[in-house]
């Protein structure tokens, strides 16, 4: 079976630090990515998403993940992180069989807390 | 463009009731997923509709059921409610069967007593 895993569950940083946090999933074929976002009180949004093409992917807040096939990997980036990017941050994948795209699986999610 | 609505945010119930939550996906989205998120479990897929035509399905038992009317609102039931179904249910719409990018809602928060 697919999975996903996020190799931090918590991750503290001062503001201004680099931040770059793991994912790694198990699937072997084609695959889409995405990291998403859930802010304390709020719902999932969609910061960014691979489907093809430049592996290096540029989302919305300056995030950024880089696809590695070689390494299953598309970890999530950073360079410089502030208070406002307090968050839990989940990893997901969905993977092509039959034809047709299958189900979102998630990784558990990595807490961020940023120190002002 | 409203966003995907949840209806209710909040909810509780006790063991053995059943529980009916609703989804209304974003305008012009046909595809309607549920997803069951706890601590311990973290995100996990229970199925997805298009077209009023139940597509995938996650590993969840038959006490979870959904549907979708002909206007992509999506209804999700869970019956003999157990109180490790406490949990916060998420639906995401997307705009076609390829789930290429998925837009989720606030969730409804069931406390099973």
């Known amino acids: 079976a697919q999975s996903v895993s996020q190799h931090n569950h918590h991750v503290i940083l001062s503001e201004a630090a680099s931040l770059e946090l793991g994912c790694n999933y198990s699937?072997?074929?084609?695959?889409?990515l995405f990291w998403y976002v859930q802010y304390p009180g709020q719902h999932l949004q969609l910061l960014l998403k691979?489907?093809?093409?430049?592996?290096l992917v540029k989302g919305i807040k300056g995030f950024e993940a880089e696809f590695i096939k070689s390494k299953f990997s598309f970890n999530l980036r950073k360079p410089s992180v502030q208070w406002s990017d307090t968050a839990e941050y989940f990893c997901?994948?969905?993977?092509?069989?039959?034809?047709?795209?299958?189900?979102?699986?998630f990784g558990k999610g990595t807490k961020l807390s940023v120190k002002p | 463009k409203a966003g995907v609505t949840q209806t209710p945010r909040y909810l509780i119930k006790t063991r053995g009731q059943q529980v009916t939550l609703s989804c209304s996906p974003i305008?012009?989205?046909?595809?309607v997923s549920w997803y069951q998120q706890t601590p311990g479990q973290g995100l996990q897929f229970l199925f997805e509709?298009?077209?009023?035509?139940?597509?995938n399905k996650g590993n969840f038992p038959g006490r979870f059921s959904g549907r979708q009317f002909s206007n992509s609102r999506s209804e999700m039931n869970v019956s003999t409610l157990e109180l490790g179904d406490s949990a916060l249910y998420l639906c995401?719409?997307?705009?076609?069967?390829?789930?290429?990018?998925?837009?989720f809602g606030p969730g409804t928060r069931l406390l099973v007593l």
């Open positions: 509709y298009f077209s009023e035509t139940q597509r």
């Open positions: 305008s012009g989205h046909r595809s």
């Open positions: 699937y072997g074929g084609t695959v889409n």
């Open positions: 691979y489907f093809s093409g430049d592996p």
């Open positions: 995401a719409s997307s705009w076609d069967m390829r789930q290429e990018t998925q837009y």
């Open positions: 997901a994948v969905n993977s092509y069989y039959g034809g047709s795209q299958g189900n979102l699986i």
